[in-house]
């Protein structure tokens, strides 16, 4: 079961182009995470929001967290060839618990 | 930081024969480890929830007589996937959560091919 709907599932960009990625769920999550991943490897975490309405930015990269807890964005400022890649958000029911993903975005960004 | 490595990285196998994948926790105690798996260009979809010490809780639509999990100790757990068909043909990743809080630390994947 997709908990997560995760939009857009594909994105192709011009380098300095600005884009949002979306995660929503009807069920409320304790905490949510961002991953990229690269083919043929595993998914390496970027962020980690547990708290309703929290926005943390790493770099270029700015990631908010719902009131509800339900929904979150990922907002990449100024894309570079580098970000390409897939960008996968995941919640858990609590700590501890599995992550369930969403379907994920495919990002590529040409220079 | 919490690292566990996932062996092999590839494996190529004929159909009919079984294949086992292995991820240890190697600075830390794994109670509990998740696998998941995912096909081409998809999401990670999770299998199964192995605890250490007792039965792995399968999730709905995965073969639990397939996909033998075992998680003898703190620091491996194992699953094999028996009578390989190509179908079965996918990237396997395990995970485990670390601490109390919601940190998760992933294996490097294993690239399964049947044919």
């Known amino acids: 079961t997709q908990l997560l709907e995760q939009s857009p599932q594909f994105l192709s960009i011009q380098e300095g182009e600005n884009l949002t990625v979306y995660c929503n769920s009807s069920?409320?999550?304790?905490?949510l995470q961002w991953y990229r991943q690269e083919p043929g490897e595993g998914p390496v975490l970027l962020v980690t929001?547990?708290?309703?309405?929290e926005v943390k930015k790493l770099k270029r990269l700015t990631f908010q967290f719902g009131d509800a807890r339900k929904d979150s964005s990922l907002h990449i400022t100024a894309a570079q060839p580098g970000d390409t890649g897939l960008y996968l958000c995941a919640g858990a029911r609590n700590s501890g618990y599995a992550l369930n993903f969403g379907k994920g975005t495919s990002l590529l960004v040409t220079p | 930081g919490a690292v566990v490595s996932q062996h092999p990285s590839w494996v190529i196998c004929k159909s009919g024969t079984s294949v086992k994948i292995e991820c240890r926790s190697l600075d830390f105690q794994a109670t509990t480890m998740f696998w998941y798996r995912q096909f081409p260009k998809q999401s990670l979809m999770l299998m199964a929830t192995?605890?250490?010490?007792?039965?792995?809780?399968?999730e709905q639509g995965v073969e639990k007589d397939k996909f033998l999990i075992n998680h003898a100790s703190l620091t491996l757990s194992t699953l094999t996937v028996t009578s390989a068909h190509p179908e079965d043909s996918s990237f396997y990743i395990c995970?485990?959560?670390?601490?109390?809080?919601?940190?998760?630390?992933f294996g490097s994947g294993t690239r399964l091919t049947v044919v």
């Open positions: 192995s605890n250490e010490g007792s039965k792995a809780t399968y």
């Open positions: 995970s485990a959560s670390v601490g109390n809080g919601y940190g998760y630390t």
């Open positions: 069920s409320v999550f304790s905490s």
């Open positions: 929001v547990v708290t309703g309405g």
